[in-house]
């Protein structure tokens, strides 16, 4: 099975932004769903957003408004642009596809 691979992660200052990116060497991502999770520190790990295969796309409420996922129309990239960002927004950020998840990429919003 082919991992996914997340980018994109790092120190950002409250209000500030970031776009991470999941990419997929098998372009998978035009005929599948996939999913965006983190999990905080002593946290179990949480839903972020998703985009089905279809295009279509859902949001935790607690990301509502400051978040947008979206790909390439070629099916190899994913995107989280990441607005506005408060520190509860601290964790390591996975991609999952077809049930095979990528590494993760920190994220560490400041105070």
């Known amino acids: 099975q082919v991992q996914p691979v997340e980018s994109g992660g790092g120190f950002v200052q409250a209000g500030g932004s970031l776009r991470l990116a999941c990419e997929h060497s098998e372009m998978i991502f035009r005929r599948n769903d996939m999913g965006w999770y983190r999990q905080a520190p002593g946290k179990e790990r949480e839903l972020v957003a998703t985009?089905?295969?279809?295009?279509?796309?859902n949001y935790a409420d607690s990301v509502k408004g400051r978040f947008t996922i979206a790909k390439t129309s070629n099916g190899y990239t994913v995107f989280l642009q990441m607005n506005s960002l408060k520190p509860e927004d601290t964790g390591i950020y996975y991609c999952?596809?077809?049930?095979?998840w990528g590494q993760g990429t920190q994220v560490t919003v400041s105070s």
């Open positions: 985009i089905s295969a279809g295009g279509r796309r």
């Open positions: 999952t596809v077809k049930g095979v």
